[in-house]
């Protein structure tokens, strides 16, 4: 395999389901998605049933905090043991290049390993790959519990590059002409179209050269209008960050025992570009359960004469006086009360985003009791469905420009946690591709 470490990525071997293997059964969306509808999972166990499946080797958080939770991490671990002995699985060199047709678009991505040592999760990192959102700490101890002794790793996670001119992986779509595909299926659960096809030798060096041409620092100061001394980002994350946070939580425990040649330095992950036109920025919603006080008076309380609600007719009403806001103010929709639709407005506010500003508040509610527990939901009709539930809440926030993501990054670090996501849930990464790590 070939290092680059200059760029902080690595052309990895990949593990690929053997001929034979059901690929519809096989892949499954990203174990962080529809973790407030248990029917969905349900669903994929009974399309799966006996037959291989990434569904046996990653934990849905749908499951988190159930009893069996112990049994669920030892039996992945076993899987990952079986499929490898049974040659459920085989090596291929090289990236893979993806091609991910949901909702009549088409995205496209490639397959490389990102070098940890070059990765920092925390508040206020300038590596060369960077969080773009807060890490929720709480949401890695299930995932280290699977990694720290598996055998494979299986990504969902997608990170971006900031690349207009299309130089890195738009010229792999052209090189893919009369390939045989290495995979070409349709996913399950509507989660559209899938293929993957390899890279050559000469195609990987046009990328890696690309990618060394992105992260010149010249270059980098010039497109952000920074001055010389800011370090260069090059890799922005877009999906899995908690995943990515996990692997490097593993390696930075066990790189004195291992040596810095450990398959576990590294993590594959997709890299798609920020300005593909099938690349959609999601806003992540918010979703109470066991409301135990009257919310919108502790909003009041909270904000004082900063705050406001305005009653809305429908969810259509409220949805669309809050994509439309366009001053200083806040404004985030709220959804309650049985079948209440509203806009609340804050002035003033100290956060930079309207998620901020939210999120600040409700990690005070719950910190004090006030509500059973949060989700971070995709999906304006799920929100809708869930909030209109008694003792629940919702608050649905408008989504961010794509355009200015790296840029704030660079400027202000971190988004907060659960800003924006790069889809709906139907069109969040499916496992395929696995790797060694153990």
């Known amino acids: 395999?070939?290092?680059?470490?200059?760029?902080?990525?690595?052309?990895?071997?990949?593990?690929?389901?053997?001929?034979?293997?059901?690929?519809?059964?096989?892949?499954?969306?990203?174990?962080?998605?529809?973790?407030?509808?248990?029917?969905?999972?349900?669903?994929?166990?009974?399309?799966?049933?006996?037959?291989?499946?990434?569904?046996?080797?990653?934990?849905?958080?749908?499951?988190?905090?159930?009893?069996?939770?112990?049994?669920?991490?030892?039996?992945?671990?076993?899987?990952?043991?079986?499929?490898?002995?049974?040659?459920?699985?085989?090596?291929?060199?090289?990236?893979?290049?993806?091609?991910?047709?949901?909702?009549?678009?088409?995205?496209?991505?490639?397959?490389?390993?990102?070098?940890?040592?070059?990765?920092?999760?925390?508040?206020?990192?300038?590596?060369?790959?960077?969080?773009?959102?807060?890490?929720?700490?709480?949401?890695?101890?299930?995932?280290?519990?699977?990694?720290?002794?598996?055998?494979?790793?299986?990504?969902?996670?997608?990170?971006?590059?900031?690349?207009?001119?299309?130089?890195?992986?738009?010229?792999?779509?052209?090189?893919?002409?009369?390939?045989?595909?290495?995979?070409?299926?349709?996913?399950?659960?509507?989660?559209?179209?899938?293929?993957?096809?390899?890279?050559?030798?000469?195609?990987?060096?046009?990328?890696?050269?690309?990618?060394r041409a992105l992260a010149q620092p010249e270059r980098f100061a010039a497109r952000y209008d920074v001055g010389p001394e800011q370090p260069v980002l090059l890799f922005a994350m877009g999906d899995g960050n908690h995943s990515l946070a996990t692997a490097k939580a593993i390696w930075e425990k066990n790189k004195a025992q291992v040596g810095m040649d450990h398959p576990s330095r590294y993590a594959l992950v997709e890299i798609e570009n920020v300005h593909d036109a099938a690349l959609e920025f999601e806003a992540i919603h918010r979703l109470l359960f066991g409301l135990k006080k009257d919310l919108l008076a502790e909003l009041k309380q909270a904000f004082g004469r900063h705050f406001s609600y305005t009653p809305m007719v429908s969810a259509q009403a409220m949805r669309a006086r809050v994509d439309r806001e366009q001053g200083s103010q806040h404004a985030v929709g709220w959804i309650g009360g049985g079948q209440q639709f509203g806009v609340i407005e804050i002035t003033q506010p100290a956060s930079n985003l309207p998620v901020g500003t939210l999120q600040n508040f409700l990690d005070k509610f719950l910190q004090n009791g006030s509500a059973e527990s949060i989700d971070y939901v995709h999906g304006a009709d799920v929100l809708e469905r869930l909030a209109l539930q008694p003792g629940n809440a919702g608050f649905y926030l408008a989504g961010m420009p794509k355009s200015d993501l790296f840029k704030t990054v660079i400027l202000e670090g971190a988004l907060p946690r659960k800003t924006f996501s790069l889809g709906q849930a139907r069109e969040k990464r499916y496992y395929m591709e696995a790797r060694r790590i153990g």
């Open 1 to 211: 395999m070939q290092d680059t470490s200059d760029i902080g990525i690595q052309i990895p071997q990949v593990l690929l389901p053997a001929p034979g293997v059901d690929l519809p059964k096989w892949a499954v969306v990203a174990c962080d998605q529809f973790t407030a509808e248990p029917d969905y999972w349900q669903a994929v166990q009974q399309t799966v049933g006996a037959a291989p499946s990434t569904l046996k080797l990653i934990f849905p958080e749908v499951y988190l905090g159930q009893p069996d939770a112990a049994e669920r991490i030892a039996a992945i671990g076993q899987t990952m043991k079986d499929y490898l002995q049974a040659g459920v699985l085989v090596p291929h060199e090289g990236m893979v290049y993806v091609e991910r047709s949901v909702a009549d678009k088409t995205r496209h991505g490639i397959m490389v390993c990102l070098d940890l040592e070059c990765y920092d999760y925390r508040a206020g990192s300038v590596s060369l790959i960077r969080a773009t959102e807060g890490t929720i700490v709480d949401r890695l101890p299930p995932r280290i519990k699977i990694r720290e002794s598996a055998a494979l790793e299986l990504p969902h996670i997608l990170v971006l590059i900031d690349d207009p001119g299309h130089t890195v992986i738009a010229p792999l779509a052209a090189a893919k002409v009369g390939q045989k595909p290495l995979y070409d299926f349709e996913l399950m659960q509507g989660g559209g179209h899938l293929t993957g096809f390899a890279v050559g030798e000469q195609a990987q060096c046009g990328v890696v050269q690309a990618l």
